[in-house]
């Protein structure tokens, strides 16, 4: 793909921020983990998966609800000149401090993650590939009886490309 001017966005919303669910699934819960497949004739093609991730039997993505307005995807560019690659990660928080929350996120720590949050746009961005996957990290509080935020803090980092995930979302368990 050649090098192209990048012009300001004039024909769509560019509203910040993400919406309130993230989809986790564990890299072993995969069949089939789809790439961005060639020929990559436009501009983005090479981050754009545009075919449905297959899952083994019983396994998809499990959700977690964060606060509105809490979430946050940045990157930013890691290494030495020359030798850089993307350190993409998200931050959200969850409400509640209760046990089903902590063992939640605890039994996530050691996991190989591939993770996937929607823009407000309506695109759905996906950290971790093959060799890749995410680690998922968490802190939480108690906030205090004037205020502050009871719950955990998730924070999800990945050393690899975002990529804009286009096929579906298999929930596990079936959404009810």
């Known amino acids: 793909m050649a090098y192209q001017t990048l012009k300001k966005n004039k024909t769509r919303d560019?509203?910040?921020g993400l919406r309130k669910n993230i989809y986790f699934a564990e890299r072993d819960?995969?069949?089939?983990?789809q790439t961005p497949v060639a020929p990559f004739e436009n501009p983005g093609d090479t981050?754009?998966?545009s075919t449905d991730h297959a899952f083994v039997t019983g396994k998809?993505?499990?959700?977690?609800?964060?606060?509105?307005a809490t979430a946050e995807i940045v990157a930013e560019m890691v290494g030495e000149r020359e030798s850089r690659t993307n350190n993409p990660s998200?931050?959200?928080q969850h409400p509640g401090l209760t046990a089903e929350v902590i063992e939640?996120?605890?039994?996530?720590?050691?996991?190989?993650?591939?993770?996937?949050v929607e823009t407000l746009a309506g695109e759905y961005i996906q950290l971790g590939e093959d060799g890749l996957e995410c680690e998922v990290m968490y802190s939480f509080g108690?906030?205090?009886?004037?205020?502050?935020?009871?719950g955990v803090t998730a924070t999800i980092s990945n050393f690899g490309k975002p990529y804009f995930y286009e096929g579906d979302l298999v929930m596990y368990p079936d959404p009810v």
């Open 60 to 68: 998809g993505f499990i959700g977690m609800h964060t606060t509105l």
């Open 29 to 33: 819960w995969f069949e089939t983990l």
């Open 47 to 49: 981050l754009r998966i």
């Open 14 to 16: 560019n509203a910040p």
């Open 90 to 92: 998200i931050t959200a």
């Open 142 to 150: 108690s906030g205090k009886v004037d205020g502050g935020y009871q």
């Open 104 to 116: 939640f996120l605890q039994q996530m720590k050691s996991g190989d993650w591939i993770v996937i």
